[in-house]
């Protein structure tokens, strides 16, 4: 199963757009088309935010969107607001399920 | 209103055993395939491992193979986790999520995700 990398934490002013990074070692395309999205606040439970790469799911915010070049997929936050401020996962399943080590998002 | 709700938490020693659940309200719980995903403190989510529907396909992360036994009922709608030989690592919040697939016609690829998740069980090890 490959091992996704993300960005250990990035920053933006509100307003900003931000876009955090989910890169895979492995040259497993399809677990590629299967990179989803969550967003971890302290103390509660993750949430879905981007499903099979682009997808969002009902109730989810437009400012959130996911893309996929090569091995990279890469989650953008548009108009970055304060609750936006949490950890956020990719997760890729092939074979097996994988999280990236997460990425801390702060809002200055 | 879908619900997941884990139970069976605690502390216990290195080398016990433990079972936790998580009932699931809201949903026909024999319709999706399920999983469990934990956060050790300070760390990311890791995948543990994740059930078919009727409980005839099973996966667990390789680290964990062999101690931790995933299994469900669906007549009870609830999901299990049997954990053994327990170490300190193994001390985290242990998340129930319910498991969706998507198949883009376009590109053939059949996706797996997270859609609803438990509020979590903490899980202590102690030396």
């Known amino acids: 199963q490959s091992a996704l990398t993300q960005p250990a934490s990035v920053s933006g002013s509100p307003g900003q757009s931000i876009t955090i990074s989910c890169t895979g070692t492995?040259?497993?395309?399809?677990?590629?088309?299967?990179v989803s999205w969550y967003q971890k606040h302290p103390g509660k439970a993750p949430k879905l935010m981007i499903y099979a790469v682009t997808k969002r799911p009902s109730g989810i915010s437009n400012r959130f969107s996911g893309s996929k070049s090569g091995n990279t997929a890469s989650l953008t936050i548009s108009g970055l607001q304060v609750e936006d401020e949490a950890d956020y996962f990719c997760?890729?399943?092939?074979?097996?399920?994988?999280f990236g080590g997460g990425t801390k998002v702060t809002v200055l | 209103e879908v619900q997941l709700v884990e139970s069976g938490g605690g502390l216990v020693k290195q080398g016990g055993s433990l079972r936790l659940s998580c009932a699931a309200s809201g949903f026909l719980f024999s319709d999706y395939s399920m999983s469990w995903v934990r956060q050790a403190p300070g760390r990311g989510l890791e995948w543990v491992s994740s059930?078919?529907?009727?409980?005839?396909?099973?996966d667990y992360a390789d680290s964990l193979k062999g101690r931790f036994t995933i299994s469900r009922d669906n007549a009870q709608n609830s999901l299990y986790l049997q954990v053994s030989s327990l170490r300190a690592e193994d001390t985290a919040v242990y998340y129930c999520?319910?498991?969706?697939?998507?198949?883009?016609?376009?590109?053939?690829?059949?996706?797996?995700?997270?859609?609803?998740w438990g509020q979590g069980i903490l899980l202590t090890v102690s030396s």
């Open positions: 492995s040259s497993d395309v399809d677990a590629f088309e299967n």
């Open positions: 999520a319910r498991e969706k697939s998507y198949y883009d016609i376009l590109t053939g690829h059949q996706t797996y995700y997270f859609d609803h």
């Open positions: 059930i078919s529907s009727g409980g005839s396909s099973i």
């Open positions: 997760y890729s399943y092939a074979g097996s399920g994988v």
